[in-house]
């Protein structure tokens, strides 16, 4: 069976801050990765994904997640936060054939 | 990525009648599709997983009755929530995928409100 926990259910960083969200799963299977961002009333748009290729995964928005699987972790960075990247995330595994177990969600708040 | 569609992007409907939500995918062959379900300010919940030409598999706590799943082609299904109540307002997502893809893309949504 596979999980994923979010820790922090609510983040607030200042723009231009350093943006870290943290996810760890469980997974009985070598694990497949997301990051999704869903803005107010929209659909999910991936951010990055892990497919057991490179452990860091660059992603767009200037996103990257590092796999390390000795932490069962996938935590998802920006080093510079912009106002536009207020939004809720969500770190998902794939409990296989690209069925998502989704974490509970981070809701990013981004501060002048 | 491929693109997924999903109708109607919102819809408001009497309690006690049905909506059906399409989803489609427009540049691919969906073999599979799974539909979610998003309460306000909540996670994403899997609901059913739909095989082209299959019944849909249904988590565990979802009534197969009220939420008939069709997805009689490779770009089309569809979700009828049947004698809809004030509780089953939500947001309802769906995603479809195949063999050759190492992820599933998502639809926009549909907002379902039930009055």
């Known amino acids: 069976a596979q999980s994923v926990t979010q820790l922090g259910s609510h983040v607030s960083v200042s723009e231009g801050a350093l943006v870290l969200l943290r996810c760890n799963y469980s997974?009985?299977?070598?694990?497949?990765l997301f990051w999704y961002v869903q803005y107010p009333n929209q659909g999910l748009q991936l951010l990055l994904k892990?497919?057991?290729?490179?452990?860091l995964v660059k992603g767009i928005n200037g996103f990257e997640a590092e796999f390390k699987k000795s932490e069962t972790s996938f935590h998802l960075t920006k080093p510079s936060a912009h106002m536009s990247d207020a939004a809720e995330y969500f770190c998902?595994?794939?409990?296989?054939?690209?069925?998502?177990?989704f974490g509970a969600g981070t809701r990013l708040a981004v501060h002048p | 990525g491929a693109v997924v569609s999903q109708h109607p992007s919102r819809v408001i409907c009497k309690s006690g009648t049905s909506v059906k939500i399409e989803c489609r995918s427009l540049d691919f062959q969906a073999t599979t599709m799974f539909w979610y379900r998003q309460f306000p300010k909540q996670s994403l919940m899997l609901m059913a997983t739909s095989n082209e030409g299959s019944k849909a598999t249904y988590e565990q706590g979802v009534e197969k009755d009220k939420f008939l799943i069709n997805h009689a082609s490779l770009t089309l299904s569809t979700l009828t929530v049947t004698s809809a109540h004030p509780e089953d307002s939500s947001f309802y997502i769906c995603?479809?995928?195949?063999?050759?893809?190492?992820?599933?893309?998502f639809g926009q949504g549909t907002r379902l409100t039930v009055v």
């Open positions: 892990y497919t057991s290729a490179a452990t």
């Open positions: 995603s479809a995928t195949n063999y050759e893809n190492t992820e599933a893309f």
């Open positions: 997974s009985s299977v070598p694990p497949y």
């Open positions: 998902a595994v794939s409990g296989g054939y690209n069925k998502l177990i």
